[in-house]
């Protein structure tokens, strides 16, 4: 495949390596090293971490609201935080040339938002209008940002170098980190947490039973999920494709 250049891919490449080479300097690796997460001693520690603040407060927090919020609530607020991401990834399809996508994903946050009470219900679906969720992460590796290492995030968990930098313009892109009423954006935040982690109970619950190393299951999932949103696009016949390949 011919790789074409642009600004975008130009900025994200250079962004993503910057941060690779900052964070590999202090790190050294063992023959037996994993060539994908040459940080694992960095990322083991957090990895720690970030576990042991979902068992102390995290995971029984999210116990609590499944056991004392109706499915029909949480279903819709899992619509309402949905409805926020369609317009977040109709604006990197827009960035990825993916026109058919942005559209759809405009038209589900223009539906849900006037006729689904602000997205608590989910009509867009209803309607057939499919949804393809997309971030900046995604779309910096379309652009031929290479991955970089993996990287565990405090407290945010799996990531790599290039979706480490990514995450941050995910964040100022978010509709509810713009909401400028401070109490109302942080209990917006708060509950999209909770719900989101009431949502992995049960996955959590399997990973426990099954995994003997949780770390290394969560680190290659993590992994290769991402490298399989990015080959998707090349398939297509969109984008440069990952740095690395």
């Not at 926020?84 to 539906?111: C, H, I, K, Y």
Request: proline fraction near 7%; aromatic fraction near 6%; charged fraction near 20%.
């Amino acid at each position: 495949m011919t790789h074409l250049h642009s600004p975008i891919g130009a900025v994200c490449k250079g962004a993503t390596l910057a941060l690779t080479f900052s964070l590999m300097a202090g790190c050294a690796t063992g023959p037996d090293a994993n060539p994908r997460d040459p940080l694992e001693p960095f990322n083991r520690g957090v990895y720690q971490f970030n576990d042991a603040v979902d068992t102390a407060v995290l995971k029984p927090v999210a116990t609590a609201y499944q056991k004392v919020t109706p499915s029909p609530v949480r279903t819709g607020v899992g619509n309402f935080f949905g409805n926020l991401g369609d317009l977040w990834s109709s604006v990197n399809a827009g960035l990825q040339l993916r026109p058919r996508e942005a559209t759809e994903n405009l038209m589900r946050f223009s539906v849900n938002t006037v006729f689904g009470l602000a997205g608590l219900l989910d009509i867009a679906s209803e309607m057939g209008i499919p949804r393809t969720r997309l971030d900046f992460r995604q779309t910096m590796g379309r652009w031929g940002a290479p991955s970089g290492p993996y990287l565990v995030l405090p407290l945010l968990g799996p990531s790599s170098v290039r979706d480490g930098t990514g995450l941050i313009v995910d964040v100022v892109g978010d509709p509810v980190t713009g909401v400028d009423h401070v109490p109302t954006r942080n209990s917006l935040m708060a509950l999209r947490v909770v719900d989101t982690r009431a949502g992995l109970l049960r996955a959590g619950t399997l990973l426990d039973d099954a995994a003997l190393d949780k770390y290394s299951f969560m680190r290659d999932f993590y992994l290769n999920r991402r490298q399989n949103q990015i080959e998707d696009l090349i398939d297509k016949g969109i984008g440069l494709g990952d740095g690395e390949q």
